[in-house]
Nanobody, 126 residues
Framework: QVQLVESGGGSVQAGGSLNLSCSVS????????MAWFRQAPGKGREGIAS????????QYSDSAKGRFTISHDSTENTLYLQMETLKPEDTAMYYC????????????????????WGQGTQVTVS
């Protein structure tokens, strides 16, 4: 079965940066889009960045545009999220997700489109 494990979270001051990683194992040959989501206490799960299986299409939320960069290394089966100029409102648990339906070139920021999820890594900005 597909497994996803996030790492790289931590506590940083406003204006700082963090790089998150998501290691993917198991059967990934039929995977489609992958994405990063976040969820703050009392809030819903928010899609912030998505990348297609081919890495040819990328989608960002408004809050992520210009500050976050998603990338995928297919040879290492690792998803990355580079976050810069972090703000207190970025504080949340960050999750990576994989989708096994949809078009090979599709992206999605809808949590219901994803079947496989990691356990999350905490990002705290003060």
């Amino acid at each position: 079965q597909v497994q996803l494990v996030e790492s790289g979270g931590g506590s940083v001051q406003a204006g700082g940066s963090l790089n998150l990683s998501c290691s993917v194992s198991g059967q990934t040959d039929r995977s489609r889009a992958m994405a990063w989501f976040r969820q703050a206490p009392g809030k819903g799960r928010e899609g912030i960045a998505s990348i297609s299986r081919s890495s040819s299409r990328i989608q960002y939320s408004d809050s992520a545009k210009g500050r976050f960069t998603i990338s995928h290394d297919s040879t290492e089966n690792t998803l990355y999220l580079q976050m810069e100029t972090l703000k207190p409102e970025d504080t949340a648990m960050y999750y990576c997700a994989a989708r096994f339906s949809g078009d090979y070139y599709d992206t999605s920021l809808q949590h219901s489109d994803y079947r496989y999820w990691g356990q999350g890594t905490q990002v705290t900005v003060s």
